[in-house]
């Protein structure tokens, strides 16, 4: 019989005391961070206070910010997806307490911000659970994240950022088009964001 080491469950409030102590050239360690959200599974019940949810679009929930990292409850209903994007040059890393989601990864083939045009084409496709979280290849940065309505579930991510950051790219792959847009909070520390 096989045996299958089972992380314990810890606070989110841990998790972000651990993500503090990290010296600030660890968040350009990909697998330092992400053996941390895989070694360190997240209690979903210790998220309660930062869930906040919206039937029309996924919600963006800071949990803690700091100049070296910011950490994000995301709270996806069925069926719900995000544009395709970059982060800005910062590394991200991902974990799915709740629910299990899809990343699909693009590559830039041409890109020129000033005329808003693009060709990307689609690459990977990584599933985030529980047991998995994962990295963004920051040699191949863009991605969309969904949750399919097959599954029938919600889901919640946590997004681990190398640096805060308020904007990002977007593209379409069907129109060819690519721009900035702003990023907002829908919550910080639990407490909704007036719009």
């Not at 651990?18 to 697998?31: C, K, M, V």
């Not at 910010?65 to 395709?84: N, P, R, Y």
Request: glycine letters at 4%; charged letters at 20%.
């Amino acid at each position: 019989m096989s045996q299958v080491a089972i992380s314990r469950k810890v606070p989110v409030q841990q998790l972000v005391e651990q993500l503090e102590a990290l010296p600030e050239s660890a968040f350009s360690d990909i697998d330092r961070v992400r053996e941390i959200l895989r070694t360190s599974p997240v209690d979903p019940d210790s998220l309660a206070p930062y869930l906040f949810w919206d039937g029309q679009h996924y919600t963006r929930n800071l949990i803690d910010k700091t100049q070296t990292f910011e950490l994000m409850a995301i709270c996806w209903d069925i069926g719900q997806v995000s544009s395709i994007h970059n982060h800005r040059d910062q590394n991200c890393w991902m974990a799915a307490p709740i629910g299990k989601l899809m990343v699909q990864n693009y590559r830039v083939i041409s890109k020129d911000l000033d005329n808003h045009c693009c060709n990307i084409e689609p690459t990977d496709l990584v599933e985030i659970n529980p047991a998995d979280p994962c990295a963004v290849d920051p040699r191949e940065p863009v991605h969309s994240v969904f949750n399919p309505r097959e599954w029938n579930q919600r889901a919640v991510s946590l997004h681990v950022y190398s640096r805060p950051f308020d904007s990002c790219e977007v593209y379409s792959a069907e129109k060819g088009t690519c721009g900035d847009i702003a990023l907002h909070y829908t919550s910080v520390n639990g407490v909704l964001v007036c719009k």
